[in-house]
């Protein structure tokens, strides 16, 4: 299935003009799939957001899925932290990335849904987006507890 396809049978809500998915939600919707199917040369970040009385965005920790034609993690991760070296990027961020970003090596149009479940799950289960989110939040509300089913992400 298409992924434009799979966010189109996904309930969305507005927040400023933009369209914002439940994590929870896209990440059961793949659990029925086998495989996301993209077109050639596409290319998709999710914005993860957690939205509970108050938006917090988590715009370091976004998923990108994309389709190319030679391999190119590197020079995604030296492109996002503006370092010239893999060997200047600290180990935790050269860790973070790569369950946050997905190829799909041309003339492959596929990817495994269970891949794109991999990169959710991280963001889901990762404590330092718990810990992100629980630091925002606690500073106007001391008993916040952080609840997975109100992170939300959008699609840039």
Same mark, same amino acid.
């Given at each position: 299935? +298409?992924?434009?396809?799979?966010?189109?049978?996904?309930?969305?809500?507005?927040?400023?003009?933009?369209?914002?998915?439940?994590?929870? +939600?896209?990440?059961?919707?793949?659990?029925?799939?086998?495989?996301?199917?993209?077109?050639?040369?596409?290319?998709?970040?999710?914005?993860?957001?957690?939205?509970?009385?108050?938006?917090?965005?988590?715009?370091?920790?976004?998923?990108?899925?994309?389709?190319?034609?030679?391999?190119?993690?590197?020079?995604?991760?030296?492109?996002?932290?503006?370092?010239?070296?893999?060997?200047?990027?600290?180990?935790?961020?050269?860790?973070?990335?790569?369950?946050?970003?997905?190829?799909?090596?041309?003339?492959?149009?596929?990817?495994?849904?269970?891949?794109?479940?991999?990169?959710?799950?991280?963001?889901?289960?990762?404590?330092?987006? +718990?810990?992100?989110?629980?630091?925002?939040?606690? +500073?106007?509300?001391?008993?916040?507890?952080?609840?997975?089913?109100?992170?939300?992400?959008?699609?840039?």
């Amino acid at each position: 299935m +298409e992924l434009m396809t799979i966010l189109s049978s996904l309930n969305s809500i507005n927040n400023h003009n933009e369209k914002l998915y439940n994590l929870c +939600e896209m990440r059961e919707c793949l659990n029925k799939l086998t495989k996301v199917v993209m077109k050639p040369n596409e290319h998709f970040e999710f914005v993860p957001y957690y939205i509970d009385n108050a938006t917090y965005e988590l715009y370091w920790c976004g998923l990108t899925i994309i389709s190319v034609t030679i391999p190119s993690e590197e020079k995604y991760i030296l492109e996002k932290t503006g370092k010239e070296k893999l060997a200047d990027v600290p180990p935790e961020i050269i860790e973070r990335e790569k369950h946050l970003y997905l190829e799909i090596i041309q003339p492959t149009t596929e990817i495994l849904a269970s891949s794109v479940i991999g990169c959710i799950d991280y963001i889901r289960t990762s404590k330092e987006v +718990e810990d992100a989110i629980t630091n925002a939040y606690r +500073e106007k509300n001391e008993t916040f507890q952080f609840n997975e089913n109100y992170l939300f992400f959008a699609i840039h």
